[in-house]
């Protein structure tokens, strides 16, 4: 099947420092991507999607000059969380759409200190 | 996409059945109802999803109710290994849409 491969699973950074994410789809070609955020025992909440070739649309509240998507090959989409601060630590999570379907990466935990 | 309610948390017995309801009362007629779970720290899993009719795979059955407000995914033998966060979500599945999490129900599976 489809797999969205996602990496690092984890990293620590000092704040004040960028920190990039990268979202592979290892078999198929994904032109939509989406990126989700996870904050301790709440659910997933959509950041942006990233479309192939074209700015990502991001949601409402989330800073797009802070969260810098780049989707430039249809296999690739990353986020880069810049100047980080210990209130970005969270989990975050890709997800790209295939035939009607979502595969989703495994997640990157990131912790700010 | 259509507002889905699912109760916070539930208990099973491994080996028992998990019976895990949805309400989707406000669905429209091309949406799918997708479920998805997520184990700890983890990113979500693909489980199953219908749009009207039964649905059976290797992990569950979905069955819609004939009006399709509300469903139920069903676990047959649930094991440990199932205690997760399930996700019961409507949408269009349209490539360009994205999926929209609720709180979903914490299902622990217990000896």
């Known amino acids: 099947g489809a797999v969205v491969s996602q990496h690092p699973s984890w990293v620590i950074c000092k704040s004040g420092t960028s920190v990039k994410i990268e979202c592979r789809s290892l078999?198929?070609?994904?032109?939509?991507m989406f990126w989700y955020r996870q904050f301790p025992k709440q659910s997933l909440m959509l950041m942006a999607t990233?479309?192939?070739?074209?700015?990502?649309?991001?949601e409402q509240g989330v800073e797009k000059d802070k969260f810098l998507i780049n989707h430039a090959s249809l296999t690739l989409s990353t986020l880069t969380v810049t100047s980080a601060h210990p209130e970005d630590s969270s989990f975050y999570i890709c997800?790209?759409?295939?035939?009607?379907?979502?595969?989703f990466g495994s997640g990157t935990r990131l912790t700010v200190v | 996409d259509a507002k889905t309610t699912q109760p916070t948390s539930m208990d099973c017995a491994e080996g028992r059945a998990a019976n895990l309801p949805c309400n989707h009362s406000?669905?429209?007629?091309?949406?799918?109802v997708y479920w998805y779970r997520q184990i700890h720290s983890q990113g979500p899993q693909y489980i199953i999803h219908?749009?009207?009719n039964n649905e059976t795979n290797e992990m569950a059955s979905l069955i819609i109710t004939e009006d399709r407000k509300s469903s139920t995914l069903i676990l047959p033998h649930a094991t440990l290994r199932d205690t997760a966060v399930y996700y019961c979500?409507?949408?269009?599945?349209?490539?360009?849409?994205?999926?929209?999490f609720g709180k979903g129900t914490k299902l622990s599976v217990k000896p």
């Open positions: 997800s790209a759409s295939l035939r009607g379907g979502y595969t």
């Open positions: 078999d198929f070609q994904a032109t939509t």
């Open positions: 990233s479309n192939e070739g074209s700015k990502a649309t991001y």
């Open positions: 406000t669905i429209s007629g091309n949406e799918y």
């Open positions: 219908g749009l009207k």
């Open positions: 979500i409507c949408t269009d599945g349209g490539s360009q849409g994205n999926l929209i």
